[in-house]
């Protein structure tokens, strides 16, 4: 073997190494992180203007009190979006246990 050839292979030998050391504490998973929210910027549409995200906030659980709220509250927003001629309303929310005061 060449000169240039088991350098090649020391190289490639080292390059391995150093990967696997990289993976086993977790600084690839880092890296892949921050590459992944650099890129996924130029992957994004423009949001649509007849959408609305509600976030709830220290502000609004400050005021209205521990998450989830009552379902009487989401009963009420429902009610205001309805009124409001909202097209399509979807709710992500889970309610661990059950509500004995609020059914």
């Given amino acids: 073997m060449s ?6 292979v ?3 030998l080292f390059i391995s190494l150093l990967a696997a050391g990289l993976a086993r504490f977790g600084t690839l998973q880092a890296v892949d992180w921050l590459i992944y929210d650099k890129t996924i910027q130029y992957d994004q549409l423009p949001p649509a203007d ?3 995200i509600i976030e ?3 502000k609004s659980l400050a005021t209205l009190g521990r ?3 009552p379902r009487k509250q989401h009963a009420q927003l429902l009610h205001i979006l ?3 001629n909202a097209g399509y309303v979807a709710f992500d929310i889970v309610f661990p246990e059950a509500d004995l ?3």
């Fill in 50 to 52: 007849d959408i609305v």
């Fill in 82 to 84: 309805q009124a409001a």
């Fill in 3 to 8: 000169q240039q050839g088991l350098a090649l």
């Fill in 56 to 58: 709830i906030d220290d």
């Fill in 67 to 69: 998450w989830p709220w």
């Fill in 101 to 103: 005061n609020d059914p």
């Fill in 10 to 12: 020391l190289l490639a």
